[in-house]
C-alpha cells in the first residue's frame, strides 16, 4: 500500500494538469527505508512529448545526489498519461530500475476526474496497490481559491474497483 | 588508479550489497571490463550485446552524462566519480512504437 500526504497528490495532480497533454513526471523522496513519501520533487520531461518521458539525465544526477546527501531515496516515481488510463505501459514496465519505489501513475485524460493508480514493478511484474490519503489540504485548498486555475483537478479517483473509489468533491 | 563507481540500488546485487565500489580503467570501456572482473555480470546489465551503452541507464563521470563525453570512450582520470543510475522513463506509448518513432 502506498500512503501517502493528501497535499502531495494535491501538488502531483496539479503538476500534471500544469503540464497536460504532454506526460509530467518526478519523485517523491523519503527517507532511506523508511517507505514514507514527504518530499515531491516535480522534474522536467526531456522529452516533452504526449505519449513518453524521461528525465533529463543531468537534472535526475543532481537531484538523485541531493537525496543521497539527505539519505533520502525515491519512496514514488510518478508519470501522468494524457489520453488513456493510469496503468503502466510496456515502455513503463520495461524502464522500471527502482525497487523500492512506488510507481504512481495519474491519468488526465478526464478534465473534470484525475484518475490515480499506484503499482509496484519488479522483475517485469506489475502489481497494484491501494493508495491511502492522509493529512489535511488546507495550503493547496488556499492556493486553488487564490489562483483560481480553470483547470485545477475538482476530483481525484482512485484506484479501479468500485470499493476504492473516493470522490473529493472541492466545490 | 582509483576510480570511485556508485552503484544504484537495483544492482547492488552484483557488488554484494556495496553501494560504491572502487575499479580502474582510462576510459569507461576499460573500467566496466575491470568491474565485470571483480563483480561479474554487471557490465551486461550496462552495455547491450551489439556493445553500446543501454538505454535504461545513465551513467555519468563526475557532473557528466557519458552520452555528452564519447560515450564508452569517455576518459577517467585518477580521483573521477563514476555514478550509475537507472534511466527514469517510459510513458503511454509501447516500446517498440516508441523505439521507432523515436529512432533509439
Given at each position: 500500500m502506498l500512503t501517502i500526504h493528501r497535499e502531495?497528490?494535491?501538488?502531483i495532480v496539479?503538476?500534471?494538469?500544469r503540464d497536460h497533454p504532454d506526460e509530467a513526471c518526478g519523485v517523491v523522496a523519503g527517507p532511506?527505508?523508511?517507505?514514507?513519501?514527504?518530499?515531491?520533487?516535480?522534474?522536467?520531461?526531456?522529452?516533452?512529448?504526449t505519449t513518453f518521458y524521461r528525465f533529463d539525465s543531468t537534472?535526475?544526477?543532481?537531484?538523485?545526489?541531493?537525496?543521497?546527501?539527505?539519505?533520502?531515496?525515491?519512496?514514488?516515481i510518478y508519470h501522468s498519461h494524457t489520453a488513456t488510463e493510469p496503468?503502466?505501459?510496456?515502455?513503463?514496465?520495461?524502464?522500471?530500475g527502482e525497487p523500492n519505489a512506488h510507481y504512481l501513475l495519474?491519468?488526465?485524460?478526464?478534465?473534470?476526474?484525475?484518475e490515480i493508480r499506484s503499482f509496484r514493478i519488479l522483475d517485469g511484474q506489475v502489481s497494484e496497490e491501494p493508495v491511502q490519503l492522509v493529512g489535511e489540504s488546507m495550503d493547496a485548498m488556499r492556493s486553488y481559491e487564490e489562483n483560481g486555475d480553470p483547470h485545477a483537478v475538482q476530483s481525484f479517483m482512485f484506484g479501479q474497483s468500485p470499493a476504492a473509489v473516493d470522490y473529493e468533491c472541492r466545490r | 588508479m582509483a576510480i570511485d563507481v556508485r552503484i544504484p540500488t537495483i544492482l547492488r546485487s552484483y557488488t554484494g550489497g556495496a553501494k560504491a565500489v572502487s575499479s580502474a580503467g582510462e576510459s569507461l570501456a576499460e573500467?566496466?571490463?575491470?568491474?565485470?572482473?571483480?563483480?561479474?555480470?554487471?557490465?551486461?546489465?550496462l552495455i547491450t550485446p551489439e556493445g553500446g551503452l543501454h538505454r535504461f541507464v545513465n551513467i555519468y563521470v563526475n557532473d557528466e552524462d557519458v552520452r555528452f563525453l564519447g560515450s564508452l570512450d569517455a576518459?577517467?582520470?585518477?580521483?573521477?566519480?563514476?555514478?550509475?543510475?537507472?534511466?527514469?522513463?517510459?510513458?503511454?506509448f509501447g516500446l517498440a512504437a516508441a523505439a521507432a518513432v523515436l529512432g533509439r
Open positions: 502531495i497528490i494535491e501538488a496539479a503538476h500534471a494538469r532511506v527505508g523508511s517507505d514514507a513519501a514527504a518530499r515531491h520533487i516535480p522534474m522536467e520531461n526531456a522529452e516533452r512529448s537534472e535526475q544526477l543532481r537531484v538523485w545526489r541531493e537525496m543521497d546527501d539527505l539519505d533520502e531515496e525515491p519512496v514514488v496503468y503502466p505501459s510496456r515502455t513503463d514496465v520495461s524502464y522500471a495519474v491519468s488526465t485524460r478526464d478534465p473534470q476526474t484525475a | 573500467l566496466l571490463t575491470n568491474l565485470d572482473g571483480a563483480y561479474p555480470g554487471l557490465r551486461g546489465r576518459k577517467i582520470s585518477d580521483g573521477d566519480t563514476v555514478t550509475i543510475l537507472p534511466a527514469v522513463a517510459g510513458g503511454a
